[in-house]
């Protein structure tokens, strides 16, 4: 199989630019609509049997997709080994942590805001691990980026939730950023179909026990809870991990999870038709300073040769 190497996200020319462009909105518009589908989800059932059906549902739909289209499968089995173990981080870990999170009273804001603290873990980490190196630049855009985070929600971090909620979040952050480390050291050369169906298999095995020790598996048969339910099994687990990867593929680790600064802003716009909740200047604001930050991270600046 070929290996898939590592590129920069923003390429020379003007398609690679626009290809980039609209990966990276397409990825957070997905994963913006995440936490406002699951807000309305993990407020309907118990929150990890959502994540626990979701997870099935969204393994049998890509597992039947591979199939068909004739995939190639891995042959080591250590790499059955690591993408079970990715997909125990990025999915049970770090989604089933949300909703957790999401059903003991933390705001979706706040959720999405902690998330997005995210790309300083996995950049500071990337750097002993891969031997990446951010420039100056690049580590300021992941200040701004935060910064402006914490300035679109600002108005927004009144409400509390309690221990165990904040603890959850907290994990799902780390299990977020261990799993995208994973996935850029062991799974550059798996085909992303497979790949993905292995992933989830990792999700369902670890989270159906969870899911039965707190909460139970009911799931109440609910528009809300079944529509929550299709929407995070296909456009979220299997659309926002699919752009993930590639996103992954193509930049450094910090780089790629950088998109998730906008997240936040993003999510309170989209709030507004779907939640009923209101914009504030802050939000904008918030909004204006993230693409600034995430501007520095992802555009890299060409070094000037001296004239020979």
């Known amino acids: 199989m070929t290996q898939v190497e590592s590129a920069p996200l923003v390429r020379n020319g003007s398609q690679g630019w626009l290809a980039a462009v609209g990966l990276s909105v397409l990825f957070v518009l ?8 699951g807000t309305i989800g993990a407020h309907s059932g118990p929150p990890l049997a959502l994540a626990a059906w979701r997870f099935l549902a969204a393994f049998v739909v890509i597992g039947v997709v591979a199939l068909v289209t004739r995939a190639p499968w891995p042959t080591d089995p250590r790499v059955y080994a690591h993408l079970l173990l990715t997909g125990a981080l990025l999915q049970t870990g770090q989604l089933g942590g949300i909703y957790v999170g999401l059903g003991n ?4 804001g706040l959720s999405s805001l902690v998330l997005s603290a995210s ?5 500071a980490a990337a ?4 031997g990446e190196k951010l420039a100056g630049q690049q580590w300021l855009g992941l200040g701004i980026g935060l910064l402006g985070v914490g300035i679109s929600l600002a108005g927004k971090l009144s409400n509390s939730g309690n221990v165990i909620g904040y603890v959850s979040t907290g994990l799902a952050v780390l299990a977020f950023a261990a799993g995208t480390l994973y996935q850029k050291k062991f799974g550059q050369t798996v085909d992303l ?12 095995v670890t989270c159906f026990p969870l899911a039965a020790a707190y909460g139970g598996l009911h799931l109440p048969l609910t528009l809300p809870a079944l529509g929550s339910l299709a929407w995070l099994a296909i456009v979220n687990s299997i659309g926002a991990l699919m752009l993930l990867f590639v996103l992954l593929r193509r ?14 802003p993003v999510t309170a716009l989209l709030a507004v038709p779907l939640l009923g909740q209101p914009v504030t200047t802050s ?3 918030g909004m204006a300073v993230s693409a600034v930050g995430v501007t520095l991270v992802l555009v890299k600046r060409k070094v000037r040769r001296p004239a020979r």
Request: glycine content about 14%; overall charge positive.
């Open 105 to 108: 009273g933390v705001p979706a």
């Open 283 to 285: 939000i904008f604001l």
């Open 30 to 37: 997905i994963w913006s609509g995440g936490y406002l589908v």
């Open 127 to 130: 750097v002993p691990i891969f």
């Open 119 to 123: 790309p300083l873990v996995v950049a």
């Open 251 to 264: 930049s450094s680790g910090g780089a790629a999870t950088s998109l998730l600064y906008l997240v936040p």
């Open 193 to 204: 179909r497979t790949g993905t169906t292995i992933q989830l298999l990792g999700a369902t």
